[in-house]
C-alpha cells in the first residue's frame, strides 16, 4: 500500500486508498499513482497538469 496516497484519501475523507484511486480514475482517467509524476513536471513547468481549466 502506497502511504502517501492512503494518507491523503483519509485526510479528504475517503473510506480509503481504493476509494481515491476509483473516484480520481472515474473523473479524471487517471490513478494518484499516474498523476504524481505529471504534477512533479508540472511544479517546474508552471502547467497545473489538470485536463480541465479549475
Same mark, same amino acid.
Given at each position: 500500500m502506497d502511504t502517501v496516497s492512503a494518507a491523503v484519501a483519509e485526510?479528504? /475523507?475517503f473510506a *480509503?486508498?481504493?476509494h481515491l484511486t476509483?473516484?480520481?480514475?472515474r473523473?479524471?482517467?487517471?490513478?494518484? /499513482?499516474a498523476l504524481r509524476p505529471d504534477r512533479a513536471e508540472a511544479a517546474t513547468s508552471g502547467d497545473d *497538469?489538470?485536463?480541465f481549466d479549475a
Amino acid at each position: 500500500m502506497d502511504t502517501v496516497s492512503a494518507a491523503v484519501a483519509e485526510t479528504c /475523507g475517503f473510506a *480509503g486508498q481504493s476509494h481515491l484511486t476509483r473516484t480520481m480514475r472515474r473523473h479524471l482517467g487517471l490513478t494518484p /499513482g499516474a498523476l504524481r509524476p505529471d504534477r512533479a513536471e508540472a511544479a517546474t513547468s508552471g502547467d497545473d *497538469g489538470l485536463p480541465f481549466d479549475a
